[in-house]
């Protein structure tokens, strides 16, 4: 069964993409998250969903479940920076007065392609920043963003187009933040996520810019058990290891998160306390607070977007169960 079909979640359209394996669940009306991802196989929910009656609360904080699109992804020192002599001011709406999670949180976006085919299915949305007046009183850089959903099997894969229509060049980043289940057992599965160092945070949770030594965390290159875990951590993916996370169940149970490797350098692993009932695996191509750290851009990860430029980022999500 590969096709796509409609629903309702707290009043809006959804979107349900459908495989043998897989069901994965689109909000396109509140900035188009992936809100559940259902594991037929397993019978699991393998994102934190929100219930419907959680609905203030999403539109409060919406990167808190699911897969939520960060532009540009973590803090940057006060929402303040400059890019080539332009100063830029985003929402001061986290502790200390800094900016937290970017412009994109509820935004409408609209389904502008379905398709079924042989092989999978898949949903194409599409949101223009000119549309937004508050994304554009803080980041006055009209994009058109353009992302498409396609299921295949056990894969989900989500690319993202970015065209700028303006008439400067401008930073860019984006991140996911991306909340996997584990259940209330976090003594059965391991992370292997290959890293060479730690960036070093303040007292403020901002980047230095100083690398740091792995540490206890050289087990994420081989898997590192999550009992009794505890991350808030930003981490440096070398230039020639993957970017790839790989969560394993000690059944053999494996959920493989995948990112184009040209982009995404730096990734943040976060339990919100103690591991328990989720991890947070977040994928990033600009480095928290870059802009302000006056490093390179090899460094920072920042994308610097030329007028009518166009890019595209992927990332993947690949769900292998045990054999029975």
């Given amino acids: 069964m590969k096709q796509v079909t409609k629903g309702q979640w707290g009043g809006y359209d959804t979107y349900i993409l459908h495989?043998?394996?897989?069901?994965?669940?689109?909000?396109?009306?509140?900035?188009?998250?992936?809100?559940?991802?259902?594991?037929?196989?397993?019978?699991?929910?393998?994102?934190?969903?929100?219930?419907?009656?959680?609905?203030?609360?999403?539109?409060?904080?919406?990167?808190?479940?699911?897969?939520?699109?960060?532009?540009?992804?973590?803090?940057?020192?006060?929402?303040?920076?400059?890019?080539?002599?332009?100063?830029?001011?985003?929402?001061?709406n986290a502790a200390g007065g800094h900016h937290i999670h970017g412009l994109h949180r509820t935004q409408s976006w609209c389904v502008s392609d379905i398709e079924e085919d042989e092989e999978g299915c898949a949903v194409t949305t599409e949101f223009n920043t000119a549309d937004d007046p508050r994304w554009m009183e803080?980041?006055?850089?009209?994009?058109?963003?353009?992302?498409?959903?396609?299921?295949?099997?056990?894969?989900?894969?989500?690319?993202?187009?970015?065209?700028?229509?303006?008439?400067?060049?401008?930073p860019f980043g984006i991140g996911y933040h991306t909340w996997f289940m584990i259940d209330g057992e976090p003594g059965r599965?391991?992370?292997?996520?290959?890293?060479?160092?730690v960036y070093e945070l303040n007292d403020e949770l901002l980047t230095s810019g100083n690398l740091l030594p792995l540490g206890e965390l050289e087990a994420l290159n081989q898997g590192l058990g999550l009992q009794g875990i505890k991350l808030d951590t930003v981490l440096r993916i070398g230039d020639q290891q993957p970017a790839e996370a790989v969560l394993t169940r000690d059944d053999g149970y494996v959920l493989r998160y995948t990112a184009d490797q040209e982009f995404f350098r730096h990734w943040v692993v976060y339990t919100n306390g103690t591991?328990?009932?989720?991890?947070?695996?977040?994928?990033?191509t600009w480095l928290p607070d870059g802009p302000n750290l006056g490093k390179n851009a090899a460094f920072t990860g920042i994308i610097t977007l030329e007028p009518r430029q166009t890019i595209a980022v992927s990332s993947s999500l690949e769900v292998v169960s045990p054999e029975l």
């Avoid at 599965?189 to 160092?197: M, Q, T």
Wanted: charged share 25%.
């Fill in 189 to 197: 599965w391991k992370l292997k996520l290959p890293a060479e160092n």
């Fill in 275 to 284: 591991a328990d009932q989720f991890l947070c695996i977040e994928p990033y």
């Fill in 19 to 92: 495989s043998r394996e897989l069901e994965v669940t689109l909000l396109p009306r509140l900035g188009n998250n992936v809100i559940s991802l259902w594991d037929h196989k397993q019978n699991r929910e393998i994102l934190r969903k929100p219930e419907e009656n959680d609905l203030s609360y999403y539109l409060q904080k919406p990167y808190h479940f699911g897969m939520p699109l960060l532009i540009p992804p973590g803090r940057i020192r006060q929402g303040q920076f400059q890019f080539e002599g332009k100063a830029y001011q985003f929402e001061q």
């Fill in 138 to 170: 803080q980041f006055p850089v009209p994009l058109k963003l353009e992302m498409t959903f396609r299921l295949q099997d056990n894969r989900f894969r989500q690319t993202l187009k970015v065209s700028h229509q303006g008439t400067a060049r401008v």
